[in-house]
C-alpha cells in the first residue's frame, strides 16, 4: 500500500469482505453514496471518527427530508486505508442501488488509484484536503474534485504559520526545517509546495520519512537531535502522530516547535500522550467544533435519541467534523444539481459531477447548514476544482485546543506554478487534450 505512485499501479487482493449499510429505505427515491472507510487497522483511531462524522450528516439530512425530498442510502465498505482494498472496494459499489453518485477515497494511495477509474467510469471523485493536489486543474481532471484544500494548500499554509510564529516569512531565512512524513503517496505530497517555500525563503529543508504505520521513530528523531532544526513539520497519520511527540518528549525537543498538519491534528494525537503542550496543527477547514451549531445540532436531533453513529463525547473534535464536512460537499453538489437537472429527482454522477464542478456555498448557505461558525464560503468552476481554501492553526493546551491563528489562505504566487506544471505533466504524459469551454457548459 505504501509503495502506491502517481503511475497509478494498483496490486490484486482480495475481496473485501467487511461491510455496513443503511438500514434501507422503503422509498423509491435514494442518492446512493458509497463510503470507503477504515475503521480497523493501524490507523482506526482516525479513520473511525471521521467515518461516523460521514454517517451522522447523512443521517441528519434524511431526518430534514432528505435532498429536497430525495433520502440518502450510503454503504460502507473497510478497507483499512490500503490502497489494493480501496479499489476492491470501488469496483464492488460503483453499480450498486442504481449506481454511485460520487466517491470520496479517505485516502491519498486510494485517489492515485481511482483518478483514472473514475473519469472512465463517470464517477465523480471527491477529495476535500487531500488526494492528488494537481486535480484541481479542472480543465484537465474532469472527474476529480479537492474542494476546499489540497495538501499542497495544507503545506503552505503550514510554513505560513511557521512564519507567523518567527515574527514573518523573511524571518524563515537561514532557518532549518525539518520535514518529518509518512512515507506515502500521503506525506509525499507536502514536498514540492516546501521546496518551492525553501528555494524563496531561503531555509535549509531536510525530508525524513517515517515508514508505514510509524511506531518505530528512533532513527528519525536521532537524526532530528543530530540536525538541531528550529522547526518539525509533522505529516503522520494514526499512530505516527502521537510517537512522534513521544519521542520528542524523550529528545526534549520542544513541542512549540512542532507543527503538524490536520491529519496530524485530532484529538487521539494528543490525548493522554505526557509534554504534548504546545504542539500546534493547521487544519484545512473545519478544526474542532464542539460547540458549533451543526455539532449541537447532531446531539439534539441524533445522539440524544441513541441514533448516533459514535461516541457521543466525539461529535465536534476535528476529524470527525471533517467527515461531516466531507459528506456536507456530497449532499450540497447533488443539491446544486438539482437546481439544473430537476428538483427533488435523483441525480446520476454525471449531474452530480456538474453540481460539484457548480458549487457556490456562500455565507447564507453555510448559516442555513449550521456551519458557518466553523466554515468560510466555497465556491468551484471549471477551471478551479478546489475552490478557496482556508486554514486556521490550532495549539494543543493539555485539554483542548486553541486557535492560535486567524484563517490562512494558500497563496496562488506558490501554487499556481506548481498546479500548472503537474497538470502539464498529466496531460502529455497521458496525452490528453485540455477541456474546450463548451464541455464546461454540460
Known sequence: ?????????????????????????????????????????????????????????????????????VRVAWEECETGYATDRGVECYERLKGKNGGATVFQTMSTGITFA????????????????????????????????PIAGSHWASADTQIQFVGHKLGGMDKLKGKKITLLYHDSPYGKEAIPVL?????????????????????DQKAPWLQIRQGRPDYVLLWGWGVMNSTALKEAHATGFPRNRIVGVWPSGSD?????????????AVLILPGPGFDSKIAKE?????????????????VGS???????????????????????????????????RWGYENLD?????????????????????????????????????GKTWDVSSDWLQADPAIMNPLLKAAADKYVADKKLTRRAAADCES
Open 114 to 145: 481511482l483518478t483514472e477509474r473514475g473519469a472512465a467510469d463517470g464517477i465523480p471523485i471527491l477529495t476535500p484536503a487531500y488526494g492528488l493536489s494537481e486535480s484541481a486543474d479542472g480543465e484537465v481532471f474532469k472527474w476529480s474534485f
Open 268 to 280: 487521539s494525537d494528543v490525548k493522554g500522550v505526557a509534554g504534548a503542550e504546545g504542539y500546534s
Open 1 to 69: 500500500m505504501m509503495k502506491t505512485t502517481r503511475a497509478l499501479i494498483v496490486a490484486s487482493a482480495a475481496l473485501v469482505l467487511a461491510t455496513t449499510t443503511t438500514a434501507g429505505f422503503a422509498q423509491a427515491k435514494e442518492q446512493f453514496f458509497p463510503l470507503l472507510t477504515f475503521r480497523t487497522g493501524p490507523y482506526a483511531p482516525s479513520g473511525a471518527p471521521w467515518a461516523n462524522g460521514f454517517v451522522d450528516y447523512f443521517k441528519l439530512v434524511n431526518a430534514k427530508g432528505g435532498i429536497n425530498g
Open 298 to 314: 447532531v446531539l439534539a436531533t441524533l445522539h440524544a435519541k441513541n441514533e448516533g453513529a459514535g461516541p457521543k463525547d466525539e
Open 195 to 215: 521546496t518551492a517555500r525553501a528555494k524563496q525563503h531561503g531555509f535549509e529543508l531536510t525530508n525524513i520519512p517515517v515508514p508505514h504505520p510509524g511506531v
Open 361 to 397: 456555498i456562500d455565507q447564507k448557505r453555510l448559516r442555513e447548514l449550521g456551519l458557518d461558525d466553523v466554515m468560510r464560503p466555497v465556491a468551484t468552476s471549471c477551471k478551479d476544482h478546489m475552490g478557496p481554501s482556508s486554514a486556521r492553526a490550532y495549539t494543543w493546551n
Open 318 to 352: 476535528a476529524l470527525y467534523m471533517r467527515g461531516l464536512m466531507n459528506a456536507m460537499f456530497a449532499v450540497e453538489g447533488v443539491r446544486r444539481a438539482q437546481e439544473k437537472f430537476g428538483k427533488g429527482q435523483v441525480m446520476t454522477a454525471a449531474q452530480a
